[in-house]
């Protein structure tokens, strides 16, 4: 397996962090079945909020995961990181519904100008949402946009009540759930008055499924679906 770590931390050293990660490799993983191939770790801290933030992203029996986790310090945030990832090995069969993402992005004060400080255009794959809840899960995402199997655009969510919520964009096919027709500009206004960690829209001009969400880094983050 191999072991690495990347990036600044608060409260202990990288090669701390290294020793913690290589433990816990050796140690905890060596109780499981599982064969893990790869293991990367970093830690980056975000002053502002006065946190380290860190991301595992591994590949274990073919599967991969990714975990994130925020701390007042790098130790505490890899011990968290540690703490997810066993839950997720947990269940190598996906049924992990009550799994939910590790850490959140902090929101910006109501009245702070926000902004989107990333954008990414990607094809979606086309899953099942069972198979886009795992995935999901898997990834430690609050969401997930996919093909859904009408073809349009389709979010998997946690819901606040419990399980997974499923909306659908246009074509609608019975979908319990409105997404509104929304320009950029209007989505991220309703997303910053609501507060929310994400937005899944339907775009005005293109009409495709996209999706808003709160980064770490600050800012939005937009996903938007090829045409």
């Known amino acids: 397996m191999r072991v690495t770590t990347t990036g600044a931390t608060a409260g202990r050293t990288l ?4 020793a913690l990660i290589t ?3 050796t140690g905890a993983i060596a109780h499981t079945r599982a064969t893990p191939t790869r293991l990367r770790v970093r830690l980056t801290p975000l002053p502002e909020a006065e946190l380290v933030l860190g991301q595992l992203n591994a590949q274990i029996d073919g599967r991969a995961l990714r975990c994130q986790a925020s701390a007042p310090a790098s130790e505490d945030a890899g011990l968290l990181l540690i703490e997810a ?10 049924q992990a519904a009550q799994l939910l993402p590790t850490a959140t992005p902090g929101l910006r004060p ?6 989107i400080t990333r954008r990414k255009n990607a094809t979606l794959q086309r899953m099942t949402p069972g198979a886009a809840a795992r995935w999901m899960i898997d990834h430690d995402y609050a969401a ?3 093909t859904g199997h009408t073809g ?4 998997v969510c946690h819901d606040p009540r419990g399980g997974f919520r499923i909306l659908q964009s246009a074509p609608h096919t019975g ?7 929304l320009t950029e500009h209007d989505a991220l206004a309703l997303v910053t008055a609501t507060r929310e960690q994400h937005l899944f829209f339907t775009d005005h001009e293109t009409r495709r499924g996209a999706l808003l969400y709160a980064r770490y ?6 996903l938007r679906a090829l045409s």
């Not at 349009?152 to 979010?155: D, F, H, K, R």
């Open 152 to 155: 349009g655009e389709a979010l």
């Open 23 to 25: 433990d816990w490799a």
């Open 110 to 115: 109501t009245g702070h100008p926000a902004e």
């Open 217 to 222: 880094a600050g800012g939005y983050g937009l």
């Open 175 to 181: 979908d319990a759930h409105h997404v509104p027709a």
């Open 85 to 94: 990832l066993s839950r997720k090995l947990a269940h190598p069969d996906g």
């Open 144 to 146: 997930h946009l996919y």
């Open 15 to 18: 090669p701390q962090a290294q």
